[in-house]
């Protein structure tokens, strides 16, 4: 059947990436793209960074500079939330009582942060729009201490932009170590050096019990004691957003789960981005699930060209970064499927690490430096390990081999 | 009035990949091609202002280090999302043992 009306629910970077992508490939029917927020489709990494830290009042960095959607003739329904999908009927529900008629549906509906589980938990601010950025901006410019719970890289990053602003900064990790779930334990443990060596005290291993309201600000009692922060930041990961897609019957996992083709349990509704838990082709059919730029943009693009009748699966790598300080992290690939790991120093402290399976296949890597040492072999990296090369250790780990020369 | 300005020696800048390159207040990201031709353009992605010298050289593309923008880099073209803006390119030539651009 010829698709005529091409609903996506979520006007984020996949939502709004999917919508441009379509027109791109010439999709000439219609697109309604619906999003609670009023903004047009941003960009969010630079929400913990540069929305907070620049001296000048930010804006959103809209995908597509502006005015494309409009030009490309996608329509914008903003401010209203999609409240239920009839699958039988193809409808979308939205909350101000309108119906849009769908012969395929998106769901990019993303994921939310994940509040403290403990009293008090509304005292501490989270991030997810650039709404959220604004009030920890307002609220971190106007402070004296900033208190961080949680060091993945929404935390790690807000330290880094409080540290920038000249605030004193604490982060409380539960865990051991930072960035347990993300990154490698020695690229993780020089970014630590990193944060301690600009001056952010970080306390690991700590179990916060409960947040309390003071005249001036907040009072966070943990296991190893009461701390006062005029203003305090949790990031503690996100949940998908997968209500709609259970409320309708698809099938639910970690995510909304999908297959090959981003295609939900339901042959004309799909679902990218955060919220979307998809199989990779690259890693024995391995489910993941992205809180990641590249994957909501890579995915946007992958599910417009299945739309229009691609039947290749989405193959893309994994790949992300932080940036924190001068610092850029970058990962590719799924550093779990490794067995062993080689690490190569770049200099001026910069270093890579290669992780290889057990059959010498390289299956993720990691850098950690100024971008530009470490742009270059992360994506040479990228392409070896999409290519599923087998290669040698030893020249891995000797920074004048050339990785180009092993494609 | 554009100007030949002297970038760097022949060798310092490896067949199939980019150097930074900043005169008067303007960076500029100079390339060697694979079958060793020079050229050049303006030093930072349309994108979000990322230097692309720190990018990757394959072939006549210059993938931008941070988001993958895509640009040609003999002709400036924009090579699909997430970049729409072309690249300002200037001429490069060789003189001697040095490399010059026209800005």
Known sequence: MPLNDIVIVGAGEAGGRAALALREAGFAGRIALVGEETHPPYERPPLSKAAIADAATPAPVVIGDGGRLAELGVERIAGVAAVAIDRRERRLELADGRRLSYDALVLATGARARPLPLPGAELALTLRTFEDALRIRERIHAAGRVAVVGGGFIGLEIAASARSLGREVTLMEADSRLLRRSTPEPLAAALEARHAAEGVEIVKSVRIERIAATARGVVIHTSEGAREADVVVAGVGASPRVELADAAGLAVDNGVRVDGSLRTSDPAIYAIGDCADFPHPLFGGRRLRLEAWRNAFDQGAHVARALLGETQAFAALPWFWSDQYDLTLQMVGVAETGASVIARDLGGGAQMLFHLDAEGRIVAAGGLGPIEKTAKEIKLAERLIARRAVLSPVALADPAASLKKML | ?103
């Open chain 2, 1 to 103: 009035m554009p100007q030949w300005i002297d970038v760097c020696a022949l060798g310092d800048i490896d067949a199939e990949d980019v150097l930074r390159f900043d005169h008067e207040g303007n960076t500029y990201a100079v390339y060697r091609s694979p079958d060793d031709e020079y050229f050049a353009t303006d030093g930072l992605c349309t994108h979000e202002k990322v230097h692309l010298a720190g990018g990757l050289v394959m072939d006549d593309i210059i993938e931008c280090p941070k988001h993958n923008g895509r640009f040609n880099y003999k002709t400036g073209a924009a090579k699909g999302a997430p970049v729409c803006v072309d690249l300002k390119t200037y001429r490069a030539k060789v003189q001697g043992t040095r490399v010059l651009i026209e800005i």
